[in-house]
């Protein structure tokens, strides 16, 4: 390190010409540099080098049941997400009070029943399930199979006959009311990709053609698909669209009629996804501006993400976004200011990182998480190559990770949650 820019500085100041391919092989020659050096290939083996797993969490996709060969893959291995269940019952919790709130106007055609909609994101993606679970919990709706609530789609339900979930009561100022679910179904288009806003967009123009002034609320697992939804229809109608991840358009929504959203924290979220790998490859505790401040003095706080040691996963901490304190969300692109300190070149030197987006048109990874990855790459000094993916091909994903030799560190947001191996298996090689 030392040796190269001192002869970089030297040859600048006579005004040579200097060959980067040059300085790369005398750098390999040297013999102070163990490692620590620059943009270089590493000579760590491609299984030992450190990988953070985020936002899709390796895992059964049926059962839910976490993949801990993925997640413990080498011992510098984590997962990076949320909080499923704490942010599926503050959603659910969301609703069910701007429901007694607003009880006055909620119930548009007077009936005593307040119906509500439904878009799944994707049926085998925990995230999905728990705010699935959530809302269904919270109002009342949800319905018990093998010890958890059923967390299926129900297509129609609007006389209140389906057997997955069942109508909730809610008791407002003296009165009793019923909460139906009216119809959900998992948002998936026709070449396979899931959360997909579009078909969220049609199929509120198909609900809403049906079940008319009988949808008084709707609820979806994401905001993409729920802001679809709000301007293909809700916002007009003036029907509350409760959503999730609180992405800039979503929040400033919340200003025309978007009931509100959760902010997973992606902001903490983006920035443990790269900070788990600098660590590893400066060789210095995990816990390092995480839990125990580092030298720029970057640290995060309990209140906003939990470890757990057994599943060897972060979890950022949610907070509901509603028109109480939407102007404080404003800009979901924005680094945590308690962890926006730039490391130290010297001992953070740059290091190359292979990360993948699963889906290049998820409105959350694209509008929100990469951004934000692309601020703290810079202040942690790293060169991250960033892969987009179709939503739908594993291999379309994995067929570019196909010279791992060229990258110190690794970042995967699978297609699948259950496909782990197929990313392991390459490094394997
Ligand atoms: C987000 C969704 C997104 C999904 C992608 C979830 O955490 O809330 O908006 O589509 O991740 O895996």
């Known amino acids: 390190m030392k040796k190269r820019t001192a002869f970089l500085t030297l040859a600048l100041a006579l005004g040579l010409t200097v060959s980067l391919a040059a300085c790369g092989s005398s750098k390999d020659g040297g013999s102070s540099d163990s490692g620590s050096g620059d943009k270089t290939t590493s000579k760590v083996a491609n299984k030992d080098k450190p990988l953070v797993w985020f936002n899709r969490q390796p895992s059964n996709s049926s059962t839910g049941e976490l993949d801990m060969n993925a997640l413990s893959y080498n011992d510098n291995t984590y997962y990076v997400g949320f909080d499923a269940k704490q ?25 005593g029943v307040i119906g509500y909609v439904l878009a799944i994101g994707d049926v085998g993606h925990n995230d999905s399930i728990a705010r699935t679970r959530g809302v269904r919990t919270a109002l009342g709706t949800g319905v018990e199979k093998d010890g958890a609530v059923n967390s299926e789609p129900i297509g129609t339900n609007a006389d209140g006959k389906a057997t997955i979930v069942q109508d909730g009561t809610l008791d407002v100022n003296g009165k009793t009311y019923k909460i139906r679910e009216l119809a959900s179904q998992e948002m998936k288009n026709n070449s396979g990709a899931t959360w997909d806003a579009a078909t969220a967009g049609n199929a509120i123009s198909t609900w809403a053609s049906s079940l008319g002034d009988q949808i008084d609320v709707i609820a979806s697992n994401n905001d993409g698909m729920g802001m679809s939804m709000f301007n293909s229809w809700s916002k007009e ?41 600098r660590n590893a490859l400066d060789g210095v505790d995990v816990d390092t501006g995480i839990g125990t401040a580092d030298e720029a003095g970057n640290v995060l706080s309990e209140d906003v993400y939990t470890y757990k040691e057994d599943e060897r996963s972060y979890y950022a901490l949610n907070v509901a976004v509603t028109a109480d304190n939407y102007k404080d969300f404003t800009d979901s692109t924005k680094v945590y200011e308690p962890v926006s300190k730039q490391l130290d070149k010297t001992k953070s030197p740059e290091k190359k990182v292979w990360l993948d987006i699963y889906n290049s048109s998820d409105n959350f990874l694209g509008s929100t998480y990469q951004p934000l990855l692309e601020a703290y790459d810079d202040l942690m000094n790293l060169d991250v190559e960033y892969i987009a993916g179709d939503g739908q091909t594993e291999s379309n994903i994995t067929n570019r990770l196909g010279n791992p030799g060229e990258y110190d560190a690794f970042a995967i947001n699978m297609v699948k949650t259950d496909n782990g191996a197929s990313y392991t298996a390459i490094l394997n090689q």
């Open 87 to 111: 942010g599926a019952e503050v959603q659910g919790t969301m609703i069910k009070e701007y429901i007694e709130k607003n009880i006055d106007k909620v119930d548009r055609n007077g009936d």
């Open 237 to 277: 109608n003036k029907v509350p669209t409760f959503g999730y991840d609180a992405n800039s358009d979503a929040v400033a929504a919340i200003a025309e009629g978007y009931g509100g959203t959760i902010s997973q924290h992606a902001d903490v979220q983006a920035y443990l996804t790269l900070r788990v790998l």
